[in-house]
C-alpha cells in the first residue's frame, strides 16, 4: 500500500512539473524498515494504516514537508483509503498548507487522526481547519500542539466545538492561546458531547488582569462540574494558585467522568492540599499529576492522609518537584502501604532525605510498587541509602502519545465508564 501512495506521489508531483522532495520518496520507500522506528509502533494495532511523515526522523530531517508538498501527498491519499492517521508533525507547513489540508477534511472520510504538532501554522490556519471540522465527519483526533494560533485560533475552535459532535482528542498545548478564547472553549466544553481529552496547556498570560488565573481556574472548575464525557484535561502553566485549586477540588465532587487531571507546573501550595481528600473520596480520578508544584512537607501530609482514609480510586500519582522533604515523603510511602489502589508513584526532584529513602526502598522490598512503576532506585553507598532517577513507565502519560483509542494496544488509562469499573 505505501508503494501506491509513493507512485502517487510522484505522478502527483509529475503533472505539476514539480521535483518529488526526496526526503518524502525516501521514507515511503523504506517505511517498514526505517520510518516506523521513529514512531511507537508498538502502541498501533494496524500500524499499516500510519503514514508517518513525521519531519524529526531521519530520512526528512533536511527535507521536511512544506507546503508546496501537500497537494501531492493529499493527491496520494486519495485513492490510498486505509491510511487512518497521517502524522506530519515537525515539519514546516504554514497557514497556505494548513488551508490545503483543510479542504481536503471537507470531502474526506477515512482520516481518523491528523497530528500537526509543531508546524508555522498561525491564525488563518487554524481557522481554516476549524471550519472544515465543522462539515467532516470523520476525524476523531487532531493535534495542533506547538502552533502560535493565538486567541482568534482558540476561538475558532471553540466555535467548532459547539458544531463537531465526532472530535474525542484536540491538543492545543502550547498554542498561545490567550483568556477570551480558553474561556471559550471552557464554556463549550460544558456541553460538548463528543470530546474525551484536551490539552490547552501553557496559555499567554493576562498580567493586565491582576487575577486572570484565578478566574480561568473557576471556569475550568464549573465546567468540570457540569462536563460527563471528558475523560483527560491537561492545564498546565496556567498559574493556577490555592484559589482556584480550592475551586477545582469543590467542584471535582461532582464529576465521576475524569479519570486524568494533570495540573502539572502550576502554583499550588501546601495551603490548599486539604482539599484534596474531600474530591478523591467522591470522584473517579484514576490519574493525578500534581508535578512541579509546592506542595511541601505538609502538602504531602494532606495528600497521604486523602490516600488513607479517603480515596480508593486512584492508581496513579505524580508530585516530582514539589519540595517535598523526608517527613512528607515518608508519610506518603506509609499511607500506600494501606492503599492497594494506588500502582505508579513518581517522586522524583524531592529532596531524598535518607529516612525517605529507605522509605521507599522498603515499598520495593515488600513488593507494594513494580520497579517500572517507581521513578527512583534506592543504591548504597558507604552503607548510606540514596535514590537515582530509573526508568519508568511515565513517558506513556506524554500527550504526544495519546491518539485514538481504537488504535492502541495499552490505553494510558482505563477509559470504561465509572458505572462499569464499579
Known amino acids: 500500500m505505501f508503494t501506491e501512495v509513493r507512485k502517487g506521489y510522484e505522478?502527483?508531483?509529475?503533472?505539476?512539473?514539480?521535483?518529488?522532495?526526496q526526503g518524502i520518496v525516501e521514507t515511503l520507500t523504506n517505511l517498514r524498515e526505517r520510518s516506523l522506528l521513529y514512531i511507537d509502533e508498538s502502541a498501533y494495532e494496524n500500524s499499516d494504516r500510519i503514514l508517518p511523515l513525521n519531519g524529526n526522523q531521519p530520512t526528512l530531517a533536511k527535507f521536511r514537508v512544506q507546503d508546496n508538498d501537500l497537494p501531492h501527498i493529499l493527491e496520494s491519499l486519495?485513492?490510498?483509503?486505509?491510511?487512518?492517521?497521517?502524522?506530519?508533525?515537525?515539519?514546516?507547513?504554514t497557514d497556505e498548507g494548513a488551508s490545503m489540508i483543510a479542504d481536503y477534511l471537507t470531502n474526506d472520510q477515512f482520516l481518523l487522526i491528523l497530528n500537526l504538532k509543531g508546524n508555522d501554522i498561525h491564525r488563518k490556519g487554524a481557522q481554516s481547519l476549524a471550519n472544515a471540522l465543522k462539515v467532516n465527519t470523520t476525524l476523531t483526533s487532531l493535534s495542533m500542539a506547538d502552533n502560535g494560533i493565538g486567541k482568534e485560533g482558540g476561538m475558532a475552535f471553540a466555535e467548532t466545538?459547539?458544531?463537531?459532535?465526532?472530535?474525542?482528542?484536540?491538543?492545543?498545548?502550547?498554542?498561545?492561546?490567550?483568556?477570551?478564547?480558553?474561556?471559550?472553549?471552557l464554556t463549550i466544553l460544558r456541553y460538548n458531547p463528543s470530546l474525551k481529552s484536551i490539552d490547552l496547556s501553557r496559555p499567554i498570560p493576562q498580567y493586565q488582569h491582576s487575577n486572570w488565573m484565578d478566574d480561568i481556574a473557576i471556569h475550568i472548575a464549573?465546567?468540570?462540574?457540569?462536563?460527563?464525557?471528558?475523560?483527560?484535561?491537561?492545564?498546565?502553566?496556567?498559574?493556577?494558585?490555592?484559589?482556584?485549586?480550592?475551586?477545582?477540588?469543590?467542584?471535582?465532587?461532582?464529576?465521576?467522568?475524569?479519570?486524568f487531571l494533570d495540573l502539572s507546573?502550576?502554583?499550588?501550595?501546601?495551603?490548599?492540599?486539604v482539599y484534596l481528600a474531600s474530591m478523591l473520596e467522591k470522584c473517579g480520578l484514576l490519574r493525578l499529576n500534581l508535578a512541579f508544584n509546592r506542595l511541601e512537607n505538609e502538602g504531602a501530609g494532606h495528600l497521604a492522609t486523602a490516600l488513607l482514609q479517603s480515596n480508593s480510586k486512584l492508581r496513579s500519582l505524580d508530585i516530582r518537584s514539589n519540595n517535598v522533604k523526608g517527613d512528607g515523603l515518608c508519610s506518603i510511602a506509609d499511607a500506600v502501604k494501606f492503599n492497594s489502589a494506588l500502582t505508579e508513584l513518581f517522586i522524583w526532584g524531592n529532596i531524598h532525605e535518607e529516612r525517605a529513602c529507605l522509605a521507599i526502598e522498603n515499598l520495593?522490598?515488600?513488593?507494594?510498587f513494580e520497579p517500572e512503576h517507581l521513578d527512583v532506585t534506592p543504591y548504597r553507598v558507604d552503607a548510606r541509602t540514596y535514590l537515582a532517577e530509573s526508568p519508568n513507565t511515565l513517558d506513556k502519560y506524554a500527550y504526544w502519545k495519546q491518539v485514538e483509542p481504537?488504535?492502541?494496544?495499552?490505553?494510558?488509562?482505563?477509559?470504561?465508564?465509572?458505572?462499569?469499573?464499579?
Open 11 to 21: 505522478q502527483a508531483s509529475i503533472k505539476t512539473s514539480q521535483r518529488p522532495n
Open 78 to 93: 486519495r485513492t490510498a483509503t486505509m491510511i487512518s492517521h497521517l502524522d506530519l508533525r515537525y515539519n514546516r507547513i
Open 161 to 185: 466545538l459547539q458544531i463537531n459532535i465526532t472530535l474525542e482528542h484536540l491538543n492545543l498545548g502550547n498554542c498561545d492561546l490567550e483568556m477570551d478564547s480558553l474561556i471559550a472553549l
Open 222 to 259: 464549573h465546567m468540570l462540574e457540569k462536563n460527563n464525557v471528558l475523560q483527560e484535561l491537561h492545564v498546565q502553566k496556567f498559574e493556577i494558585r490555592d484559589h482556584g485549586f480550592m475551586w477545582i477540588c469543590e467542584k471535582m465532587q461532582h464529576n465521576q467522568s475524569l479519570l
Open 265 to 273: 507546573c502550576n502554583r499550588i501550595t501546601r495551603d490548599s492540599a
Open 364 to 368: 520495593l522490598t515488600i513488593h507494594r
Open 406 to 422: 481504537s488504535l492502541r494496544i495499552q490505553p494510558t488509562v482505563d477509559r470504561t465508564s465509572s458505572s462499569e469499573r464499579a
